[in-house]
């Protein structure tokens, strides 16, 4: 792939960061191990703008393109839209339709998009027989966004059944409204909701800020610039977000699977372990697990998933991310919230916006251009 030939293009496009530079370690990190697990891409199908996919009844990858359509993925490819809101959507800026997500029966199927109006939207269709039954639909959660960029988006249920949806800060660049550490809003946060549990959804009695006049009470942890994609870990329930730097540093942060929430992970006091500005850590400061700096072609970290299927049994375990504008696929092993190994997978994908994970823990990677690999043996 000619990333720089295409950057500005691309950058146009989506509008996720606005300089170059590449996913180099910090000093303090472990250095990249010798046993880098062997594997390749496989082109598997071609998308219009994949932004999002999720692991869908019957063996089956759906996967979101930005302009507002869904589209299954199986053995025999790529499908015609299953569900197409492209007349409800716009996708100036970073808008457009940013999540997908099953409960884990399958029975309702969930969207993250932007309306015309740039507001972000959660809905909710119910699913009968793995197809769509679009008379159910109905809004679960909306957020007006200030700007057209950082508006976060992803969405997908916990190991406890609740519904969590990242939104960014509201854009603007460094947070101009403080919303990041603010908890009297949504933006700049990992949410927690229950959708069926009321009209139009309830909030967990157990989530961390509950009962506190100042603050909402569907946060589940704060101090996000733009999470643009976050992920639980299939086999320990860990949380793990892929939060985009501002313009220095990139970050990984991390969540053990019996956290009771409240985590602030610093924006826009810091950018990763730094003070951002003449920031002030903050005392409750949850610093990253990972970091990496733009002293290269890495801009705006794409986060994935720890790897829990069976094809490449070298990588099971680690975490699989990537970099929107350099495109390398690389790994982390972590153990009780600590990275101890780094791996470059040697494999490039482009233009990695997203992941996808099936019901058998194989991952895909999407490239905002229309590839969708998959993740296998060299």
Same mark, same amino acid.
């Given at each position: 792939?000619?990333?720089?030939?295409?950057?500005?293009?691309?950058?146009?496009?989506?509008?996720?960061?606005?300089?170059?530079?590449?996913?180099?370690?910090?000093?303090?990190?472990?250095?990249?191990?010798?046993?880098?697990? +062997?594997?390749?891409?496989?082109?598997?199908?071609?998308?219009?703008?994949?932004?999002?996919?999720?692991? !869908?009844?019957?063996?089956?990858?759906?996967?979101?393109?930005?302009?507002?359509?869904?589209?299954?993925?199986?053995?025999? !490819?790529?499908?015609?839209?299953?569900?197409?809101?492209?007349? =409800?959507?716009?996708?100036?800026? =970073?808008?457009?339709?940013?999540?997908?997500?099953?409960?884990?029966?399958?029975?309702?199927?969930?969207?993250?998009?932007?309306?015309?109006?740039?507001?972000?939207?959660?809905?909710?269709?119910?699913?009968?027989?793995?197809?769509? +039954?679009?008379?159910?639909?109905?809004?679960?959660?909306?957020?007006?966004?200030?700007?057209?960029?950082?508006?976060?988006?992803?969405?997908?249920?916990?190991?406890?059944?609740?519904?969590?949806?990242?939104?960014?800060? !509201?854009?603007?660049?460094?947070?101009?409204?403080?919303?990041?550490?603010?908890?009297?809003?949504?933006?700049?946060?990992?949410?927690?909701?229950?959708?069926?549990?009321?009209?139009?959804?309830?909030?967990?009695?157990?989530?961390?800020?509950?009962?506190?006049?100042?603050?909402?009470?569907?946060?589940?942890?704060?101090?996000?610039?733009?999470?643009?994609?976050?992920?639980?870990?299939?086999?320990?329930?860990?949380?793990?977000?892929?939060?985009?730097? +501002?313009?220095?540093?990139? *970050?990984?942060?991390?969540?053990?699977?019996?956290?009771?929430?409240?985590?602030?992970?610093?924006?826009?006091?810091?950018? !990763?372990?730094?003070?951002?500005?003449?920031?002030?850590?903050?005392?409750?400061?949850?610093?990253?697990?990972?970091?990496?700096?733009?002293?290269?072609?890495?801009?705006?970290?794409?986060?994935?998933?720890?790897?829990?299927? +069976?094809?490449?049994?070298?990588?099971?375990?680690?975490? $699989?991310?990537?970099?929107?504008?350099?495109?390398?696929?690389?790994?982390?092993?972590?153990?009780?919230?600590? $990275?101890?190994? *780094?791996?470059?997978?040697?494999?490039?994908?482009?233009?990695?916006?997203?992941?996808?994970?099936?019901?058998?823990?194989?991952?895909?990677?999407?490239?905002?251009?229309?590839?969708?690999?998959?993740?296998?043996?060299?």
């Amino acid at each position: 792939m000619k990333v720089r030939t295409r950057l500005s293009a691309i950058i146009g496009t989506l509008g996720l960061v606005g300089s170059l530079a590449l996913a180099t370690a910090y000093a303090d990190e472990p250095a990249t191990d010798a046993s880098t697990p +062997q594997v390749a891409l496989t082109e598997v199908a071609r998308a219009t703008n994949p932004t999002a996919g999720a692991a !869908g009844p019957g063996d089956t990858v759906w996967i979101a393109e930005r302009a507002g359509t869904v589209r299954v993925l199986n053995d025999s !490819g790529l499908g015609e839209p299953v569900l197409d809101i492209s007349d =409800e959507t716009t996708t100036d800026g =970073e808008r457009g339709l940013l999540g997908v997500t099953f409960d884990k029966d399958f029975a309702h199927f969930y969207i993250s998009y932007t309306d015309l109006q740039g507001t972000s939207t959660i809905d909710e269709f119910a699913v009968q027989d793995g197809t769509i +039954q679009e008379d159910t639909r109905r809004t679960v959660l909306t957020q007006q966004q200030p700007e057209s960029n950082h508006n976060g988006g992803d969405i997908t249920f916990g190991p406890d059944g609740y519904l969590y949806i990242a939104f960014g800060d !509201g854009g603007g660049g460094g947070d101009p409204d403080g919303n990041g550490q603010k908890l009297d809003t949504l933006l700049g946060k990992l949410l927690r909701i229950d959708p069926r549990g009321g009209t139009p959804y309830a909030v967990p009695e157990d989530n961390p800020f509950v009962g506190d006049p100042d603050a909402r009470s569907e946060i589940w942890s704060y101090g996000l610039r733009n999470p643009w994609r976050f992920s639980f870990d299939a086999g320990s329930g860990d949380l793990l977000i892929a939060d985009v730097g +501002q313009s220095e540093w990139e *970050e990984i942060d991390w969540a053990p699977a019996d956290s009771k929430g409240g985590e602030n992970y610093g924006w826009a006091q810091m950018e !990763g372990t730094h003070p951002f500005r003449g920031g002030t850590e903050p005392v409750n400061h949850v610093p990253p697990i990972h970091e990496y700096d733009r002293n290269g072609l890495g801009c705006s970290v794409t986060g994935g998933y720890v790897y829990r299927g +069976q094809a490449v049994a070298d990588l099971a375990g680690q975490y $699989v991310y990537s970099d929107y504008c350099d495109g390398t696929l690389r790994s982390l092993e972590i153990e009780n919230g600590k $990275v101890t190994a *780094e791996h470059d997978l040697g494999v490039n994908g482009g233009e990695v916006v997203s992941f996808a994970q099936d019901t058998d823990g194989e991952l895909y990677a999407l490239a905002i251009g229309g590839t969708v690999w998959r993740v296998d043996p060299a």
